[in-house]
């Protein structure tokens, strides 16, 4: 992986991220096709533009991964169901 990144790291990541993008519009979009989803409740998006250094955005992408380390550590109980959080980390507006 790392020396097809060095030998065309934009195509190659630009590739691996529409394979990311992909799989979750699709995946999102079964949800949306269940006539029992609870669209209010089971799924959301946002976006949030900030000003950060780079510093303060590690900071703040380490913390977010702590979260989700802990929510994937969850045992099966009642009332828990299975979501997926994608986080994406866009590049500075130039």
């Known amino acids: 992986m790392e020396s097809i ?3 065309n790291p934009s195509e190659m990541f ?3 991220f ?3 993008v992909l799989s979750f519009v699709q ?3 079964e949800f949306c096709d269940n ?3 609870d669209l209010t409740h089971d799924a959301g998006f946002s976006m949030s533009p900030v000003l950060a250094t780079n ?3 590690n900071g703040a992408m380490r913390e977010i991964a ?3 380390r802990r929510l994937r550590e969850n045992e099966p109980a009642e009332g828990r169901k299975f979501h997926t959080i994608g ?3 866009s590049p500075p507006h130039s």
């Open 66 to 68: 702590d979260i989700i």
């Open 35 to 37: 006539p029992d989803a």
């Open 55 to 57: 510093e303060e955005i």
């Open 14 to 16: 630009f590739s691996m």
């Open 18 to 20: 529409m394979q990311y």
């Open 5 to 7: 990144l060095r030998s």
């Open 27 to 29: 995946q999102f979009r």
């Open 87 to 89: 986080l994406i980390l």
